[in-house]
């Protein structure tokens, strides 16, 4: 019943939200009928007392003063993961989820957010970004899901990720027109894009029980070199922007700041040390996890900079954040708490939500069926070979890797052939069979390491083919020989030559390479703990796998498998 009225009045106040957000270089006018919603909103304090009893049972301890505690549920790089996923992050087959062993999902995510609602009906929801990109769902739809599930859900904002720039402006523009509610960004000049200018505002203000909230949109600077956004957009310093619209809020009278950041837990902590008068950065981008129970956390949730609250909530839609903020009268932070929620097997799968996922799925076995390429032989990605010395369907894999962000500094590729799950034969390639050898939804991942380091990966890439372990490195843009015969990890590797400018070159330890492989492997998987512990410059979240090597399979068609002895066993 709460939750009811309480998603009557989000959806009345959508216009009333859009009526105060602000763009680059002109207020917008305000619709007199767009401004009657309000009332619905300030009717919700008989709910109150509920909501006290919510909060006291959640944390333990009642808060500091009533009305004006504010609860932020928050989610970040959802990633189109609208099907549940599993511990790893991939699609979750159909028994497991039966079995209760999946987490995630649109269908779980409703139920995760009513039941936040029912503690407290007045709860912000927020997203810091990257909801495009990861699952078919998005390769079909484009951004239609995301907003037809984000409306559903209710949400009161949004910053852009660098994802939803992926297919350009435009597509980013159709998802804003979708959605009911503002997409925000406030580190760019937009004005000379058509499909964004005078639509991408840079801050909006919302209203909760008679408070109003300054959100403003955060986007990570380097976002032209990992995605589209096309010439147009001319991204700009996040402290200075961030620190315009804290001004320009304050000004306004708004003295409660959230800031919705697609930047990464390292840039919020520089952000909230450096500008004055941020409550809550609500993060993502970098999918990191904190807390205050689990060990593995990358931090306290929040984790307080001076007085700003940082959260971020995972990434995959496996947590939702659920931050409790109690302000002073001046709109300072006196009390910020939380932790994020897990949403495990046991929370119940709304059923309409499961039906209509059943439907959206229907169209998506035509992209399964559809012929990419074609192959002029059988890529042979068979484990047995694969795991032990060079194959062809490592050489394409690591082909196309090295291809797609060749052009930005990237010498070589590594890939580790546990990530090759199956062959493709002669003739016609579809989508589907792309997707059966690499199924696991990983992302391009590229980073520099020192040529030292680099040969500490080789070795231990080699280190247990006598096992036929997935550790073994299929490689491009390099070859490199080794010796079983010798003790693992103690100088197997030999003889490894780097191509630089197209010349092959002996490897020098003291140089730094650009390396692109997977976001598994750059973060210690396989036992590259070194790429974990000594890579610089890393971004873990690029297109995916299955994507960049379709689209290499269709500019190379028909493809003419090979080995060329790039991989040396001695
Ligand atoms: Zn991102």
Redesign the pocket.
Known sequence: MITENSRLAHASLANDRFANVRFANARVGIPAAARTATGAVTRRTASLAATLVGFATLLGNAPAIAGDTLTILHTN?FHSRVEPINKYDGPCAAEDNEAGACFGGWARLVSSIDAARDRDPNALLVDG??QFQGSLFYTYYKGKVAAEMMNALGYDGMTV???EFDDGPEVLRGFMDAVEFPVLMSNADVSAEPALANKLAKSAVVERDGERYGLIGLT?EDTSE?ASPGPNVIFTDSVEAVQGEVEQLTADGVDRIIVLS?SGFRVDQVVAAAVDGIDVIVG??SNTFLSNTDESAAGPYPLMVGDTAIVQAYAYGKYLGELSVTFDDAGKVVEATGEPIIIDGQVVENEAVVSRLVELAKPLDEIRNKVVAESGDLIDGNREVCRVRECPMGNLVADAMLERVSDQGIDIALMNSGGIRASIDKGEITMGEVLTVLPFQNTLATFEISGADLLVALENGVSQVEEVQGRFPQVAGMTYSFDAAKPASEGRISDVMIAKDGEYQPLDPAATYGVVSNNYVRGGGDGYDVFADKADNVYD?GPNLEDVVADYLVANAPYAPMTDGRIVAE
Do not use: C, E
């Open positions: 790089d970004g990257d990720g660098n994802h990570t990992l697609h993502g981008h979240y």
